[in-house]
Protein backbone atom coordinates (compact mmCIF):
# COMPACT_ATOMS: atom_id res chain seq x y z
CA UNK A 1 0.00 0.00 0.00
CA UNK A 2 0.99 3.79 -0.48
CA UNK A 3 2.63 5.65 2.44
CA UNK A 4 3.08 9.54 2.23
CA UNK A 5 4.35 12.04 4.61
CA UNK A 6 2.48 15.05 4.71
CA UNK A 7 3.67 18.15 6.55
CA UNK A 8 0.54 20.13 7.88
CA UNK A 9 -0.11 23.18 9.24
CA UNK A 10 2.27 24.72 6.57
CA UNK A 11 2.13 25.57 3.05
CA UNK A 12 5.88 24.36 2.08
CA UNK A 13 7.89 21.20 3.03
CA UNK A 14 9.68 20.72 6.03
CA UNK A 15 7.65 23.09 8.11
CA UNK A 16 4.38 22.75 10.07
CA UNK A 17 4.14 19.10 11.77
CA UNK A 18 4.92 15.62 9.42
CA UNK A 19 2.52 13.14 9.28
CA UNK A 20 2.15 9.32 8.01
CA UNK A 21 -1.22 8.76 6.43
CA UNK A 22 -1.85 5.10 5.21
CA UNK A 23 -5.28 5.00 2.97
CA UNK A 24 -6.45 0.77 3.97
CA UNK A 25 -8.39 -0.75 1.29
CA UNK A 26 -11.09 -2.09 3.97
CA UNK A 27 -11.00 -2.48 7.85
CA UNK A 28 -7.88 -1.52 10.17
CA UNK A 29 -5.44 -4.72 10.73
CA UNK A 30 -4.31 -5.38 13.99
CA UNK A 31 -3.43 -3.02 16.87
CA UNK A 32 0.18 -4.31 17.25
CA UNK A 33 0.76 -3.84 13.41
CA UNK A 34 -0.70 -0.05 13.22
CA UNK A 35 1.63 0.42 15.86
CA UNK A 36 4.50 -1.31 14.58
CA UNK A 37 4.04 1.48 11.30
CA UNK A 38 3.59 4.20 13.35
CA UNK A 39 6.76 3.17 15.40
CA UNK A 40 8.68 2.85 12.05
CA UNK A 41 7.55 6.30 10.64
CA UNK A 42 8.55 8.14 13.73
CA UNK A 43 6.70 11.12 13.60
CA UNK A 44 4.46 12.46 15.98
CA UNK A 45 1.38 10.78 14.80
CA UNK A 46 0.89 8.36 11.97
CA UNK A 47 -3.14 8.47 10.23
CA UNK A 48 -5.16 5.26 9.35
CA UNK A 49 -7.80 5.66 7.13
CA UNK A 50 -10.34 3.14 5.57
CA UNK A 51 -13.60 4.06 3.74
CA UNK A 52 -16.98 3.17 5.04
CA UNK A 53 -20.19 2.32 3.45
CA UNK A 54 -22.23 5.29 2.14
CA UNK A 55 -25.01 6.24 3.92
CA UNK A 56 -23.49 6.48 7.17
CA UNK A 57 -22.97 9.25 9.28
CA UNK A 58 -18.90 9.42 8.74
CA UNK A 59 -17.54 8.53 5.14
CA UNK A 60 -13.73 7.37 6.52
CA UNK A 61 -12.96 5.73 9.56
CA UNK A 62 -9.49 7.47 10.76
CA UNK A 63 -6.91 6.64 14.11
CA UNK A 64 -4.34 7.68 14.72
CA UNK A 65 -0.91 6.43 16.49
CA UNK A 66 2.26 7.96 17.70
CA UNK A 67 5.58 5.77 18.05
CA UNK A 68 4.48 4.40 21.43
CA UNK A 69 0.43 4.77 21.95
CA UNK A 70 -2.92 5.51 20.29
CA UNK A 71 -4.50 8.81 20.98
CA UNK A 72 -7.54 10.14 21.17
CA UNK A 73 -7.42 13.08 18.66
CA UNK A 74 -4.87 14.72 16.41
CA UNK A 75 -5.33 17.78 14.23
CA UNK A 76 -2.18 17.56 12.17
CA UNK A 77 -2.84 13.73 10.82
CA UNK A 78 -6.49 15.00 10.19
CA UNK A 79 -5.57 17.79 8.29
CA UNK A 80 -2.78 15.39 6.03
CA UNK A 81 -5.46 12.31 5.42
CA UNK A 82 -7.95 15.16 3.87
CA UNK A 83 -4.74 16.88 2.20
CA UNK A 84 -3.84 13.13 0.74
CA UNK A 85 -8.06 12.29 0.15
CA UNK A 86 -8.10 15.40 -2.30
CA UNK A 87 -4.80 15.36 -3.58
CA UNK A 88 -4.79 11.76 -5.14
CA UNK A 89 -8.52 12.04 -6.04
CA UNK A 90 -10.04 9.35 -3.20
CA UNK A 91 -12.33 11.67 -1.64
CA UNK A 92 -14.22 15.02 -3.29
CA UNK A 93 -15.40 18.08 -1.17
CA UNK A 94 -15.96 17.87 2.75
CA UNK A 95 -15.08 14.54 4.17
CA UNK A 96 -16.60 13.02 7.84
CA UNK A 97 -14.04 10.88 10.17
CA UNK A 98 -15.58 8.45 12.41
CA UNK A 99 -12.94 8.53 15.07
CA UNK A 100 -12.65 8.15 18.81
CA UNK A 101 -13.69 11.83 18.98
CA UNK A 102 -17.01 11.55 17.24
CA UNK A 103 -17.32 12.62 13.89
CA UNK A 104 -14.95 14.83 12.69
CA UNK A 105 -15.54 16.79 9.49
CA UNK A 106 -12.77 18.50 6.92
CA UNK A 107 -13.59 21.39 4.30
CA UNK A 108 -11.29 21.97 1.09
CA UNK A 109 -11.42 25.49 0.26
CA UNK A 110 -10.64 26.60 -3.46
CA UNK A 111 -7.79 28.32 -1.97
CA UNK A 112 -6.04 25.09 -1.41
CA UNK A 113 -6.76 25.48 2.57
CA UNK A 114 -8.75 23.00 4.62
CA UNK A 115 -10.80 23.80 7.53
CA UNK A 116 -11.19 21.16 10.24
CA UNK A 117 -14.09 20.43 12.50
CA UNK A 118 -13.23 19.68 15.91
CA UNK A 119 -15.05 19.67 19.62
CA UNK A 120 -14.23 22.34 21.74
CA UNK A 121 -11.84 21.41 25.07
CA UNK A 122 -14.13 21.89 27.89
CA UNK A 123 -11.59 24.37 30.07
CA UNK A 124 -11.61 23.98 33.49
CA UNK A 125 -9.56 26.18 35.70
CA UNK A 126 -7.05 24.07 38.68
CA UNK A 127 -5.22 24.93 41.28
CA UNK A 128 -0.96 25.76 40.02
CA UNK A 129 0.15 22.31 40.65
CA UNK A 130 3.05 22.02 43.11
CA UNK A 131 6.43 21.56 41.18
CA UNK A 132 5.00 22.15 37.89
CA UNK A 133 6.79 25.73 37.44
CA UNK A 134 10.04 24.13 38.32
CA UNK A 135 9.60 21.55 35.52
CA UNK A 136 8.41 23.59 32.95
CA UNK A 137 11.15 26.59 33.61
CA UNK A 138 8.48 29.54 34.20
CA UNK A 139 6.15 30.78 36.78
CA UNK A 140 2.54 30.05 35.59
CA UNK A 141 0.14 32.95 35.45
CA UNK A 142 -2.86 30.54 35.05
CA UNK A 143 -3.63 26.62 34.63
CA UNK A 144 -6.46 24.80 32.88
CA UNK A 145 -7.44 21.20 32.78
CA UNK A 146 -8.60 20.53 28.84
CA UNK A 147 -10.57 17.40 29.28
CA UNK A 148 -10.79 14.16 28.13
CA UNK A 149 -10.39 14.24 23.98
CA UNK A 150 -7.22 17.01 24.61
CA UNK A 151 -6.14 15.16 27.83
CA UNK A 152 -3.16 18.31 28.72
CA UNK A 153 -2.49 20.90 30.93
CA UNK A 154 -2.99 24.11 29.47
CA UNK A 155 -0.42 26.69 31.46
CA UNK A 156 -0.45 30.48 30.46
CA UNK A 157 2.58 32.08 30.83
CA UNK A 158 3.43 36.20 31.29
CA UNK A 159 4.88 37.10 27.99
CA UNK A 160 5.93 35.58 24.34
CA UNK A 161 9.28 35.71 25.74
CA UNK A 162 8.83 33.30 28.13
CA UNK A 163 6.91 30.38 25.94
CA UNK A 164 9.83 30.99 23.36
CA UNK A 165 12.66 30.55 25.79
CA UNK A 166 11.31 27.45 27.68
CA UNK A 167 13.34 24.69 28.45
CA UNK A 168 11.76 21.93 30.27
CA UNK A 169 12.98 18.95 32.49
CA UNK A 170 10.49 16.90 30.48
CA UNK A 171 11.16 13.52 32.92
CA UNK A 172 9.21 16.00 35.63
CA UNK A 173 6.10 17.18 32.81
CA UNK A 174 5.26 13.46 32.67
CA UNK A 175 3.65 13.88 35.84
CA UNK A 176 0.53 15.79 35.19
CA UNK A 177 -1.54 15.35 32.71
CA UNK A 178 -2.19 12.51 30.52
CA UNK A 179 -0.59 13.56 27.44
CA UNK A 180 1.56 16.75 28.38
CA UNK A 181 1.42 20.45 28.54
CA UNK A 182 0.39 23.40 26.80
CA UNK A 183 2.28 26.20 27.07
CA UNK A 184 1.03 29.84 26.15
CA UNK A 185 1.18 33.03 25.88
CA UNK A 186 -0.48 36.47 24.15
CA UNK A 187 1.63 37.78 21.10
CA UNK A 188 3.95 40.42 21.88
CA UNK A 189 3.15 42.14 18.56
CA UNK A 190 -0.14 40.84 16.49
CA UNK A 191 0.75 42.70 13.37
CA UNK A 192 3.33 40.17 12.59
CA UNK A 193 0.25 37.86 11.64
CA UNK A 194 -0.88 35.93 14.62
CA UNK A 195 -2.48 36.48 17.86
CA UNK A 196 -1.08 34.00 20.46
CA UNK A 197 1.86 31.44 20.99
CA UNK A 198 2.12 28.35 21.98
CA UNK A 199 4.73 25.25 22.74
CA UNK A 200 3.28 21.45 23.39
CA UNK A 201 5.69 19.16 25.21
CA UNK A 202 3.90 16.06 25.01
CA UNK A 203 6.69 13.21 26.84
CA UNK A 204 3.68 10.91 27.96
CA UNK A 205 2.92 9.67 23.96
CA UNK A 206 6.72 9.31 23.46
CA UNK A 207 6.80 13.19 21.85
CA UNK A 208 9.21 15.34 23.65
CA UNK A 209 7.58 18.34 21.89
CA UNK A 210 5.31 18.48 19.16
CA UNK A 211 5.88 20.77 15.74
CA UNK A 212 2.17 22.13 15.41
CA UNK A 213 -0.61 20.95 17.33
CA UNK A 214 -4.38 20.94 15.85
CA UNK A 215 -5.92 19.43 19.26
CA UNK A 216 -4.29 21.88 21.48
CA UNK A 217 -6.14 24.58 19.41
CA UNK A 218 -9.61 23.28 20.34
CA UNK A 219 -8.57 24.66 23.73
CA UNK A 220 -6.31 27.12 23.02
CA UNK A 221 -8.63 28.83 21.03
CA UNK A 222 -11.69 29.50 23.77
CA UNK A 223 -8.85 30.42 26.11
CA UNK A 224 -7.51 33.50 23.75
CA UNK A 225 -11.17 34.07 22.52
CA UNK A 226 -12.61 35.00 25.45
CA UNK A 227 -9.59 37.18 26.61
CA UNK A 228 -9.45 39.11 23.25
CA UNK A 229 -13.17 39.42 22.67
CA UNK A 230 -12.94 38.03 18.65
CA UNK A 231 -14.02 34.31 17.46
CA UNK A 232 -11.83 34.49 14.82
CA UNK A 233 -7.89 34.17 15.64
CA UNK A 234 -4.16 33.04 14.59
CA UNK A 235 -2.07 30.65 16.65
CA UNK A 236 1.81 30.65 16.11
CA UNK A 237 3.32 27.63 17.42
CA UNK A 238 6.49 28.31 18.21
CA UNK A 239 8.09 25.00 17.65
CA UNK A 240 11.69 24.63 15.51
CA UNK A 241 9.63 23.78 12.51
CA UNK A 242 7.09 26.37 13.00
CA UNK A 243 3.18 26.61 12.24
CA UNK A 244 0.28 28.94 12.07
CA UNK A 245 -3.28 27.82 12.65
CA UNK A 246 -6.53 29.70 12.01
CA UNK A 247 -9.01 28.98 14.67
CA UNK A 248 -12.68 30.11 14.79
CA UNK A 249 -14.86 29.69 18.08
CA UNK A 250 -18.13 28.79 16.60
CA UNK A 251 -19.59 27.11 20.89
CA UNK A 252 -18.89 23.66 21.56
CA UNK A 253 -17.29 23.24 18.30
CA UNK A 254 -14.28 24.70 16.93
CA UNK A 255 -12.84 25.31 13.53
CA UNK A 256 -9.19 25.04 12.81
CA UNK A 257 -7.43 26.49 9.11
CA UNK A 258 -4.54 25.19 7.94
CA UNK A 259 -2.46 23.78 4.86
CA UNK A 260 -0.33 20.84 3.88
CA UNK A 261 2.38 19.47 1.94
CA UNK A 262 2.90 15.99 0.76
CA UNK A 263 6.68 15.25 0.63
CA UNK A 264 7.35 11.60 0.68
CA UNK A 265 5.19 9.10 -1.09
CA UNK A 266 6.39 5.62 -1.03
CA UNK A 267 5.44 2.15 -0.72
CA UNK A 268 5.17 -0.14 2.67
CA UNK A 269 5.86 -3.54 2.16
CA UNK A 270 5.22 -4.89 5.50
Keep these: MRIRIVDAFTDRPFAGNPAGVLLLDDVFPDDDWLQNVAMEVNHAETAFAHRLPEGGE ?3 ALRWFTPVA ?3 MCGHATLATAHVLHTTGAHEGPVRFATRSGVLSAHPAEDGSITLDFPTAPLRPVEIPAGVAEALGAQPVAVFDTGPNVGDLLVELADEKTV ?8 SLCAYSARGIIATALADDASR ?3 FVSRCFFPNVGIDEDPVTGSAHTALAPHWSARLGRDDLTGL ?3 RRTGLVRTGLRGDRTLLTGRAVTV ?6 A
Excluded: M
Excluded at 164 to 171: A, E, N, S
Excluded at 264 to 269: C, M, S, V
Design 58 to 60: ADW
Design 70 to 72: EVA
Design 164 to 171: LGLTPDLK
Design 193 to 195: GYD
Design 237 to 239: QAS
Design 264 to 269: IEGELR
